[in-house]
């Protein structure tokens, strides 16, 4: 079986920055795609930044230009490094995995259990 574990959530004032870390383990043939999504209270979960196999980052429109997502493929780890945080930025980060376990298995998403960023003075 796959877990992601995350890790670095917290409470930052306005315009800080924080890091976030995740880390795959299990039985793991390929990631194809890695990434953040985040969850508001009363909001739906919404794509905050995704890294493929290939190198190629998408980010939400909302944390462009401020959060930056690096993977480190040799570890199966993705980090978000967070920076000029907004209250808005306050939500439930998870975690995501597009993987194959095997190299007969078909992808699935896997997903972290989560990790709470608040943003708040």
């Known amino acids: 079986q796959v877990q992601l574990v995350e890790s670095g959530g917290g409470l930052v004032q306005p315009g800080g920055s924080l890091k976030l870390s995740c880390a795959a383990s299990?039985?793991?043939?390929?990631?194809?795609?890695m990434g953040w999504y985040r969850q508001a209270p009363g909001k739906q979960r919404e794509l905050v930044a995704i890294?493929?196999?290939?190198?190629?980052?998408n980010y939400g429109d909302s944390v462009k230009g401020r959060f930056t997502i690096i993977r480190d493929n040799a570890k199966n780890s993705v980090y978000l490094q967070m920076s000029s945080l907004k209250p808005e930025d306050t939500a439930v980060y998870y975690c995501n995995a597009d993987l194959q376990s095997t190299l007969m298995a078909r992808r699935v998403d896997y997903w972290g259990q989560g990790t709470q960023v608040t943003v708040s003075s």
């Open positions: 890294s493929t196999s290939s190198g190629t980052t």
């Open positions: 299990g039985r793991i043939f390929m990631i194809y795609v």
